[in-house]
């Protein structure tokens, strides 16, 4: 199985910043498709995940700002953060959460916030 | 200031054992599964031990796991210059009711 983000590596503030995650070689359902960042230099942050049936759990200090996404039929899943400020620049990766772990994880994205 | 607390950076010579430590509470570490991460510069977070003590297939018998109370360990033994990078260790936080992770440790072998 392959996770591959894509999306603009450029967001202006105040903007909303989305991204894909495309699964590939496996299948989307059943298991937690997640969604964690690191900033530069800095540790992970889980920012939320989304089942294969479309629930979602978020982290609260994110919760206001962000939605999470599945199309089975396209098998990805997608990230949607709004009001996005520089706090927000940061790598994103998409990854499957197999029971407490995340076992597969894609290359990351680079997302910088600036006008 | 991570939930999970580790020492923000190990050393230790090749062939030499180290281990790193991951501090939490009653609500994270003490209640449920650890998994360790181990991210090689520039590239992405790679899963090492899940479930306190497993191992993925793939994973040399190199790395171990455990967990103490509100305490988990990550060894490596026999160092390899190729061990050089920065491990997580993660969990979920029944109070935040969300995953968390350590700041990471960077691993230097001398």
């Known amino acids: 199985v392959l996770l591959q983000e894509s999306g603009p590596r450029l967001v202006k503030p105040s903007e909303t910043l989305s991204l894909t995650c495309t699964v590939s070689?496996?299948?989307?359902?059943?298991?937690?498709w997640t969604w964690i960042r690191q900033p530069p230099g800095k540790g992970l942050e889980w920012i939320g995940y989304?089942?294969?049936?479309?629930?979602?759990n978020y982290n609260p200090s994110l919760k206001s700002r962000v939605t999470i996404s599945v199309d089975t039929s396209k098998s990805q899943f997608s990230l949607r953060l709004t009001s996005v400020t520089a706090a927000d620049t940061a790598v994103y990766y998409c990854?499957?959460?197999?029971?407490?772990?995340?076992?597969?994880w894609g290359q990351g994205t680079m997302v910088t916030v600036s006008s | 200031q991570s939930v999970l607390t580790q020492p923000p950076s190990v050393s230790a010579a090749p062939g030499q054992k180290v281990t790193i430590s991951c501090s939490g509470s009653?609500?994270?570490?003490?209640?449920?599964?650890v998994s360790w991460y181990q991210q090689l510069p520039g590239t992405a977070p790679k899963l090492l031990i899940y479930d306190n003590d497993q191992r993925p297939s793939g994973i040399p018998d190199r790395f171990s796991g455990s967990k103490s109370g509100t305490s988990a360990t990550l060894g490596i033994t026999g160092l390899q210059t190729g061990d050089e990078a920065d491990y997580f260790c993660g969990t979920w936080d029944s109070s935040l009711s969300a995953r968390v992770f350590g700041g990471g440790t960077k691993l230097t072998v001398l």
């Open positions: 989304v089942y294969d049936s479309g629930i979602t």
């Open positions: 070689g496996g299948s989307i359902s059943t298991y937690y």
């Open positions: 990854a499957r959460q197999n029971q407490d772990a995340f076992d597969i």
């Open positions: 009653s609500s994270n570490v003490g209640h449920t599964y």
